[in-house]
């Protein structure tokens, strides 16, 4: 078992440019997340799946979008990268019902230039 | 509003001394609570966790206190070990939710 992956492991960007952060889990979860690291900041929420065929919203969606590809996979998108979005990102799934606990990826370096 | 706090972002401790990490939170609904740890250049990964029903949970050196009318938890290391360097990060859910929230982060050091 990989667990969740993430790719890439380091990307950097030009204001403006656009890009796809991709997960996938091989636990059968059910809910899939995404979350950015900054210093001081701990980890904020920025959209959740909580099964295939829906998202919702967490703390700091602005600027970003998600697609619930299917049970694996969940993608991040930035459509125009901004300085405010460097950051690191990490993915994280739960089989929420059975357990509270996330499990997440080894996450993406982004540089926004 | 920051809901769960962690006001230490970091902490020096003694090999073979207890390590003791905080956290604090605002919303008396939180009914579970977990630790990650997580070393850089790493995700984060799942420590312990503990259930409002409870008070304390147990898992070898590692010891989860919570304090449900001051709003408190902590963490106790006991004995800290080199390979305990790390951020910790708690945070704490609601059953039905689905989501977590994450403190701040607390770095430990641990010197030999």
């Known amino acids: 078992n990989a667990g969740v992956t993430q790719t890439p492991k380091f990307q950097v960007l030009k204001t403006g440019q656009s890009m796809t952060l991709q997960c996938a889990q091989d636990?059968?979860?059910?809910?899939m997340y995404w979350y950015r690291q900054d210093p001081g900041m701990g980890l904020r929420l920025i959209y959740y799946?909580?099964?295939?065929?829906?998202?919702d919203k967490g703390e700091v969606p602005n600027g970003y979008n998600v697609s619930r590809l299917n049970k694996r996979e969940f993608s991040l998108r930035l459509e125009s990268a901004a300085p405010s979005q460097t950051s690191v990102y990490f993915c994280a799934s739960s089989d929420w019902g059975s357990s509270e606990t996330q499990y997440f990826g080894p996450g993406t370096r982004l540089l926004v230039l | 509003d920051q809901q769960v706090k962690q006001n230490s972002p970091s902490l020096s401790v003694q090999e073979g001394r207890i390590s003791i990490l905080n956290c604090d939170y605002t919303?008396?609904?939180?009914?579970?609570f977990l630790w990650y740890k997580k070393y850089p250049a790493e995700g984060p990964t799942f420590l312990i966790s503990i259930s409002s029903i409870k008070d304390k949970n147990e898992d070898g050196r590692f010891t989860v206190f919570l304090n449900k009318s001051a709003k408190h938890l902590s963490l106790h290391i006991v004995p800290s070990q080199p390979g305990d360097s790390a951020v910790y990060f708690c945070?704490?859910?609601?059953?039905?939710?689905?989501?977590?929230?994450f403190g701040q982060g607390t770095r430990l050091t641990i010197n030999p």
């Open positions: 799946s909580a099964s295939e065929g829906t998202t």
């Open positions: 636990m059968n979860h059910n809910s």
């Open positions: 919303n008396s609904m939180f009914d579970y």
């Open positions: 945070a704490a859910g609601l059953q039905g939710a689905q989501k977590l929230v």
